[in-house]
């Protein structure tokens, strides 16, 4: 009962797992979960090439990211007790982790509890895109990512490959597996 509150309309971008990569496609785990005691909840932000974790109190106030930038969300879990988050975690160049936190501890204050894959690095170093916005003709800002060949060489020139990808309902993100 009662009247609806609009309590994310601040922020203006995607509530949920909209990031994709070529090793997933869009999806994860839960799009919300109460805070053990009713007071908010958690779910996931999907911007610029992130799935983020935040939560929020019930009435709108303390928006809080838990998650830095340059990650990729895959699923978030909290303990009935409300004593632990434990959440699926990647980046460009670390395979998706299991990290957990205790609620209330300041954004990212994460322990990992895995180390899934790191030999990936050692045996063949994952390469961290760069990232850029531009303009369309329309004036509408498209965000993109650059990544060079190995070796790179500012001086030289390159041919350009563009792959067109995500958007306007997914985005590419930020995932090395």
Same mark, same amino acid.
């Given at each position: 009962? !009662?009247?609806? &509150? ?10 949920? /797992? ?9 999806? +994860?785990?839960? @799009? ?8 908010? =909840? ?5 911007? *610029?090439?992130?799935?983020?974790? /935040?939560?929020?109190? #019930?009435?709108? %106030?303390?928006? #809080?990211?838990?998650?830095?930038? +340059?990650?990729?969300?895959?699923? =978030?879990? &909290?303990?009935?007790?409300?004593? %632990?988050?434990?959440?699926? #975690?990647?980046?460009?160049? $670390?395979?998706?982790?299991? $990290? ?5 501890? #300041? ?9 899934? @894959?790191?030999?990936? @690095?050692?045996?063949?170093? $994952? ?7 531009? *303009?369309? @003709? ?13 070796? =790179? ?6 041919? %350009?490959?563009?792959?067109?990808? !995500? ?11």
């Amino acid at each position: 009962g !009662g009247e609806a &509150i609009d309590v994310t309309g601040a922020l203006d971008i995607s509530v949920g /797992y909209d990031t994709l990569s070529d090793c997933h496609d869009v999806g +994860g785990g839960k @799009n919300l979960q109460w805070k053990h005691d009713g007071s908010g =909840f958690y779910f996931p932000v999907s911007s *610029r090439g992130d799935t983020r974790l /935040y939560s929020i109190s #019930i009435d709108g %106030a303390d928006l #809080i990211a838990l998650t830095a930038t +340059g990650h990729e969300l895959g699923s =978030f879990s &909290i303990s009935n007790e409300g004593k %632990a988050v434990a959440i699926q #975690i990647s980046d460009w160049k $670390m395979p998706s982790q299991i $990290m957990v936190t205790a609620p209330g501890t #300041i954004a990212h204050n994460w322990s990992s509890v895995s180390n899934h @894959n790191s030999w990936l @690095n050692d045996e063949s170093p $994952m390469q961290q895109p760069a990232e850029f916005t531009t *303009r369309g @003709n329309d004036g509408y800002e498209v965000h993109g990512w650059m990544i060079t060949p190995p070796g =790179f060489d500012e001086t030289s020139t390159y041919p %350009a490959v563009i792959y067109v990808h !995500g958007g306007p309902a997914a985005q590419y993100g930020g995932a090395s597996v």
